[in-house]
T-cell receptor
Framework: NAGVTQTPKFQVLKTGQSMTLQCAQD?????MYWYRQDPGMGLRLIYY???????DKGEVPNGYNVSRLNKREFSLRLESAAPSQTSVYFC?????????????FGQGTRLTVV | EDKVVQSPLSLVVHEGDTVTLNCSYE??????LLWYKQEKKAPTFLFML????IEKKSGRLSSILDKKELFSILNITATQTGDSAVYLC???????????FGTGTLLAVQP
């Protein structure tokens, strides 16, 4: 079972470059999330998509854009990378409906902006 | 604004000790509180709590929720070095489906 797959696993960018982090889940989940994790900061929500066709800002959306391409895929784009965006990025997905369910995480993307 | 606060930020104990990790939350239209363990990679799910006073237990780990006082605790008894990790808690909003995490507690268990 693949679960939540993130690509790439590692990336180094120069300041000002752009890139897209990809996330796909094969669990037929409705909700998907993008987080960044910095030392001592826990997981901070960048953007989330409660269902296919909707996206909303989280706690730290500045400098990022997202696309919910279809039910499986939720991508995160950095248009002009800055050193402050050096972080580990996690994608997560969750089944929604009448029951409470946990979120499943991808393995993360370690991004360094120089 | 929704927020989740964990304490302590870090903790060092010896094998065999019992530890209690704390999580308080302010989440709009609160639905559930989740605990995760993170060891250098993706967080792995431990517990989900939705009702006050009902303890969830898995081996040496247990957790309980107090919806009146807006907090949860995670207990680990007879700690082992393999329990060393960051423990994260998250609150979910039923209004938005946001899942908001705290800063985590870094637990180090020494032999």
């Amino acid at each position: 079972n693949a679960g939540v797959t993130q690509t790439p696993k590692f990336q180094v960018l120069k300041t000002g470059q752009s890139m897209t982090l990809q996330c796909a889940q094969d669990m037929n989940h409705n909700s998907m999330y993008w987080y960044r994790q910095d030392p001592g900061m826990g997981l901070r929500l960048i953007y989330y998509s409660a269902s296919e066709g909707t996206t909303d800002k989280g706690e730290v959306p500045n400098g990022y854009n997202v696309s919910r391409l279809n039910k499986r895929e939720f991508s995160l784009r950095l248009e002009s990378a800055a050193p402050s965006q050096t972080s580990v990025y996690f994608c997560a997905s969750r089944k929604t409906g009448t029951e409470n369910t946990e979120a499943f995480f991808g393995q993360g993307t370690r991004l360094t902006v120089v | 604004e929704d927020k989740v606060v964990q304490s302590p930020l870090s903790l060092v104990v010896h094998e065999g000790d019992t530890v209690t990790l704390n999580c308080s939350y302010e989440v709009t239209n609160f639905r559930s509180l989740l605990w995760y363990k993170q060891e250098k990679k993706a967080p792995t799910f431990l517990f989900m709590l939705t009702s006050s006073g009902i303890e969830k237990k898995s081996g040496r780990l247990s957790s309980i929720l107090d919806k009146k006082e807006l907090f949860s605790i995670l207990n680990i008894t007879a700690t082992q070095t393999g329990d060393s990790a960051v423990y994260l808690c998250a609150g979910r909003s039923g209004a938005t489906n946001k899942l908001i995490f705290g800063t985590g507690t870094l637990l180090a268990v020494q032999p």
